[in-house]
Structure formats: structure tokens, C-alpha cells
């Protein structure tokens, strides 16, 4: 305000050098506030820019974050999967034997409830990993689970109805580790036609036939 009062008062008094001087003054002024804005800008311009960047930064670190979280996931489903299926292959071998071992005497007995309890204690360790049987007999045929080995008519169940378990298959969580072998039913069949009953007059004419024949032979005889 005292700069532009004295430019006032030099244009007053007609002073044209102190006038001059003033206006190269002002002139400085404006071309420092123009600078000055050029550099807010440019500021700014930076800003925006290096806020972009640390936010594609930070985006690209939480995906990196997720994608290193889930394939360490997959990675240790896959290892625990892969033992799991090591593991089925040992239960097998348990209810193969529990099937051929023919106890007659009471050492064997013994062995035979060994074995059996060796073999719950399998089953309930698997179960405690998450290991569940894929359920068969009774419930519809699903490809995602269940591998058909046998078609077979059947008049108690329903068409594509699973009626026999051949070997059991597993799940891990939403893994299937292996699918079960089954018998899948085919429905009741075809209907088997029913036989005629002849007619009066036909029944009458085998009849007459009959008794000719017997006459014949009597005859005959």
C-alpha cells in the first residue's frame, strides 16, 4: 500500500524518474507472483504424481501380499493332500486285511483287535485333519465325486441312485484327494411282457386237440 502511495504521489508531482522506478517495482512484483504460481503448479503437478505412485505402489505390494498368501496356502494344501493320499493308501491296506483275516484262535484274536484299534486310530487322525469320507450308498451318482465302475437294474432305487460302495474316496476340505469306485442303479429295467391267456374257443380247440391225441395213442397202443 505505501509503494502504490507514492507511485501516486510521484504522478502527482509529475516525477517521472521516481514513477519509473516504482513501476519497475510493481513489474518485479507481478513477474515474482507469476513465478511463483508457475511453481505452486509444478508443485502440485509433482504431488498428484508421486501420491499416484505411492498408491500404485501400495496396491502392487497388497497384491503381492494376497498372491504370496494364497500360493502359500495352495503349497501347504497340496503337501498335506499329498500325504493324505499316502496315508488313504495305508487304510486300504487295513480294511483289505480286516476283510481276509479269518480269526480262529485266540493269539489271533489278539493281533486282529491290534490292528483294529491301530486302524481307528488312523481314521480318527485323518478325520481330526479334515479328512471326510465322500458319502455313496443312497445319493445321487455326481461324476465330481464318484467314479462308476458297475450299472446294474435295480426296482429299490431310483435311476442314477449309487447302490453299492466298491472303494471309498476322500475329501480335503473342497479337495477331493480320490473319488469313490461304486455301482451305480440302471432303474427297474425294461417290463417284461405278460403272457396271454388264450380265449375261450382256442382253449377249447387245444383241448380237442389233446383228446385226439391221447385217442391216437391209445389206439396205438
Known amino acids: 500500500m505505501e509503494t502504490l502511495q507514492s507511485y501516486k504521489e ?3 508531482s509529475n516525477d517521472d524518474t521516481k514513477a519509473a522506478e516504482i513501476e519497475a517495482l510493481l513489474k518485479s512484483f507481478e513477474d ?7 511453481k505452486v503448479v509444478n508443485l502440485s503437478e509433482e504431488l498428484s504424481a508421486e501420491r499416484a505412485r505411492i498408491l500404485r505402489i501400495s496396491a502392487d ?3 503381492f501380499r494376497k498372491r504370496t498368501e494364497k500360493e502359500r496356502l495352495s503349497l501347504v494344501t497340496n503337501a498335506q493332500g499329498e500325504v493324505m493320499e499316502r496315508l488313504l493308501q495305508v487304510l486300504d491296506n487295513f480294511e483289505r486285511a480286516k476283510t481276509q483275516i479269518k480269526v ?3 493269539g489271533e484274536e489278539k493281533i486282529n483287535n491290534s490292528y483294529q484299534s491301530i486302524y481307528k486310530q488312523l481314521v480318527e487322525i485323518l478325520g481330526s485333519l479334515g479328512v471326510v469320507p465322500v458319502e455313496t450308498v443312497g445319493n445321487p451318482f455326481d461324476p465330481l465325486l464318484h467314479e462308476a465302475i458297475m450299472r446294474e437294474d435295480s426296482t429299490e432305487f431310483d435311476e442314477g441312485v449309487i447302490i453299492e460302495e466298491f472303494r471309498k ?3 480335503l476340505g473342497d479337495r477331493l484327494l ?4 461304486v455301482k451305480v442303479s440302471a432303474g427297474p429295467g425294461p417290463a417284461k411282457p405278460k403272457e396271454e391267456q388264450p380265449s375261450e374257443g382256442e382253449a377249447a380247440v387245444v383241448e380237442t386237440a389233446d383228446s385226439s391225441t391221447e385217442e391216437v395213442e391209445a389206439e396205438s397202443s
Request: charged share 40%; no cysteine.
Open 178 to 181: 480320490r473319488p469313490s469306485m
Open 61 to 63: 505390494f497388497d497384491n
Open 169 to 171: 474316496g476322500f475329501k
Open 32 to 38: 515474482e507472483k507469476i513465478d511463483l504460481e508457475r
Open 10 to 12: 510521484a504522478l502527482a
Open 104 to 106: 480262529q484262535t485266540e
